[in-house]
């Protein structure tokens, strides 16, 4: 249930889809969006993930930019409240298309929830590229 929870929330959101417009609404405030901090490039961005799909696109806060993922490898952890054990979760895709000029960023360890049930985190790599794409 955890796993399906997270990867529902995360990949269904990592980093909202394509056809919609950037400079629309802000995902943020969508229903079940889940803000990440994330490092492209040596630089930190917090982007919104929102969606169910495997591969569904993040919006980088503050900035027109849509980053499109075609590969993760995500560790997820779910500490219960009182000490219990962790449970580990570790998730891995990749499109089979094969795609030139992507960009991999780093997802440090973060918290992505935290409630009496006890604590969610996320730490790993996603590999993918930002729109508009300079050719």
């Known amino acids: 249930m955890f796993r399906r929870f997270v990867c529902v929330t995360l990949l269904s ?5 394509m056809s919609v417009p950037a400079a629309g609404a802000d995902p943020s405030g969508a229903k079940n969006a889940t803000t990440i901090q994330v490092t492209c490039n040596g630089q930190t961005v917090m982007v919104v993930v929102n969606g169910n799909g495997t591969y569904s696109p993040a919006h980088v806060i503050g900035s027109t930019k849509v980053f499109v993922p075609t590969a993760f490898n995500l560790t997820f952890t779910f ?3 009182g000490g219990g054990t962790p449970q ?3 998730e891995t895709a990749h499109k089979a298309a094969p795609l030139q000029n992507l960009t991999t960023c780093t997802i440090p360890l973060q918290t992505l929830f935290s409630g009496p049930q006890g604590t969610a985190t996320l730490q790993g790599t996603v590999a993918g ?7």
């Open 88 to 90: 580990v979760d570790t």
């Open 13 to 17: 959101a990592f980093l909202v889809a």
């Open 129 to 135: 590229f930002f729109t508009p794409r300079k050719h």
């Open 79 to 81: 500490t219960p409240a």
